[in-house]
């Protein structure tokens, strides 16, 4: 028997970065896939990361979504080995939040939040948060 060969991080990381942009989008993968005329399935296997997503796919994906390309690359994991570019630097963007805003959860609350235009309630609700969170450890 073969042993599966784990997704690449970085493949994992565009997957992601797809899903949650389609879930942003309030898109199914079903949508998506007939769109590039592809089923479902291999659009999961795209946001798993289990199958490559190729440069002109990207580009594809890139314009259905309305993204530029960078996108699906913001806060991906550094590559080993390969030297960076002058100027670069690490994408602002944490994994932690892509993981988050990738969940239906934290695409539902984010996308709630957003609608409260009250600033202070916002930041009353974010200390409420946080001070849950706080007693969770105890």
Do not use: C, W
Request: avoid cysteine; aromatic fraction near 6%; charge should be positive.
């Amino acid at each position: 028997m073969i042993a599966k060969k784990a997704p690449n991080p970085i493949d994992k990381h565009v997957g992601s970065r797809v899903r949650m942009r389609r879930m942003m989008l309030g898109m199914s993968q079903e949508k998506l896939g007939n769109s590039l005329n592809l089923t479902f399935q291999q659009v999961q296997k795209y946001e798993k990361g289990t199958n490559r997503i190729g440069a002109s796919r990207l580009q594809q994906i890139s314009h259905i979504l309305q993204v530029p390309v960078a996108f699906f690359f913001e806060g991906a994991p550094s590559v080993s080995g390969v030297g960076r570019m002058e100027g670069m630097s690490e994408a602002p963007s944490p994994a932690y939040v892509a993981d988050f805003l990738a969940t239906s959860d934290g695409l539902a609350l984010t996308k709630a939040f957003m609608r409260i235009g009250d600033s202070k309630l916002r930041r009353r609700i974010v200390e409420l948060v946080e001070q849950i969170a706080a007693n969770e450890k105890h």
